[in-house]
Structure formats: C-alpha cells, structure tokens
C-alpha cells in the first residue's frame, strides 16, 4: 500500500473543505493509505470549527496560518511536511478546497501516474476528453490566454500549466522543495515546478479531467496574484533559458 499525502490550500472554504475530505477518506482501495493536510490562510476559524462539529473516519492536519500568505507557499508547507512528517510517503497530491476538482477521478489519475513512472502528472482542462462545467465565459477566455501565454514563453509542451490538481512523486518534491519558490507565493509556482521539473529531465505526464466550477465560496485570485504571475513569468523565461544552457 503507498502512502499518499494530499495538501488542500484554503482559504475561507469552510463551507466545502469538510465534505471534500469526507470523499477523499470514502474512497474505495486496497493500494494507497491517504494522509490530508489543509493549510488554512482565512482571517477567521471557521474551518477549524466546522471540523469540530462533523467528525470524520479519521483526522485530518490542519496548519492555521493567520493570513492570506498565497497558495504557492501553502504547497511549500504541505510538500516540506511531505518530507519530515513521515519517510513513508510516497506520492504527493495537490488539489483545490472548492471541489473544481473532481475527487472521483484521484484513483485512475494515481494508478495512471504509478504506472507511467511519472515524476509530475498534471490534470489538465484542456485535452480532447476534459470537460468544464458552469465556468463562466470571462473565466475561461482569461484562463485559455493565459495558458497560451505561458506557453509561448516557457516553451513546455503541455496544454495546462495553471490548474493546481497535481501529483509528484517523492523525487519531484525533493528537488522542488530545493529550488522553488523564489518567484512568487501564489499561483505562479505551479508555472515554477513545471519549469524546474521539465527543465531538469523529470517525467512529466498530463490526463483529462472534469473542471467543475464551485457552487459555494468565492475564488481567492486577486488583480495584485495575476499581475504578479505576469512578472513572475517573465524571470521564468530567463530561468529557462539557463536550465536550458546547463
């Protein structure tokens, strides 16, 4: 049985991140051991409290931290307590708190992963089979762009570098752990990893997904995030360029 550590970053999602873990400990299987880490930026404690009233199969960590401190940082956290909490672990899992994504798809996107000896598989929403429900027009076209932007500067061929489900194995984390984090705490990470990893021969794979857009809470991207990642995007190229050089 492998040992899978999922980090779920979140903030104000106490409306979704109770039933999300309910699903992940439902799911049905004799090959992974699943450990949930939610790192929890809300500027109040009703998270903490909404566990406290629902109890679950078994418990899950929560890193309380006392503000918004990006969700590239909160996968740091959760990858460096992947690394020191236990020397077990094996598969390293991220995903988002508002049930975007689908919990249902974890056990074919494991085993395709394990089989495929990746290093990085990236759910992605836009190869042939994905699907995307109930996102509005707005969100799509500046998600589309920016992917496409992305593309061209960083030169990577695969077709999703910004959705945040993702699976690495213990050597990706290791080397990520190393060597990211220095262009920015937000989304502009995941474009960091995947630069780090295809850049440094890591095995990286995509697969279809279901984008589901979420029904309760609100999307934590601010206007400062995005023109964050633009900048950050532009010191990627130039990392690139050297990893490229080596």
């Known amino acids: 049985m492998k040992n899978v550590f ?17 699903k992940i ?6 090959d992974y051991n699943f450990n949930i880490l ?9 998270t903490l409290n909404a566990f406290k009233v629902k ?24 990858m460096n307590n992947f690394i020191s909490s236990n020397q077990d672990n094996e598969i390293f899992v991220e995903m988002d708190a508002d049930h975007s994504h689908s919990v249902d798809e974890l056990l074919r996107n494991l085993n395709f992963f394990s ?3 990746l290093d990085l598989l990236i759910s992605s929403r836009y190869l042939k089979k994905s699907k995307i429900l109930n996102w509005p027009i707005s969100r799509r076209i500046f998600s589309k762009f920016s992917n496409k932007l992305t593309k061209i500067t ?47 021969k890591f095995k990286v794979g995509e ?14 991207v601010t206007f400062k995030e995005i023109k964050n990642s633009l900048k950050g995007l532009i010191k990627l190229f130039f990392i690139k360029q050297d990893l490229n050089n080596l």
């Open 154 to 200: 960083l030169g990577i061929p695969v077709s999703d570098y910004t959705n945040g489900y993702r699976i690495y194995s213990r050597k990706a984390i290791h080397h990520t752990v190393k060597n990211c984090g220095k262009i920015g705490d937000g989304f502009i990470i995941l474009s960091e990893i995947l630069v780090q990893l295809y850049y440094n």
């Open 38 to 46: 939610i790192v929890d930026d809300s500027d109040d404690l009703k």
């Open 207 to 220: 697969i279809d997904s279901l984008f589901v857009n979420r029904v309760r809470g609100e999307s934590s």
């Open 55 to 78: 109890k679950l199969k078994k418990d899950v960590l929560i890193e309380k931290r006392s503000k918004k401190l990006g969700r590239g940082s909160a996968v740091l956290l959760g």
């Open 115 to 117: 089989k495929n000896n």
């Open 25 to 30: 400990q439902l799911i049905d299987t004799k």
């Open 6 to 22: 999922i980090t779920i970053p979140a903030f104000r999602e106490h409306r979704n991140i109770v039933l999300l873990c309910e």
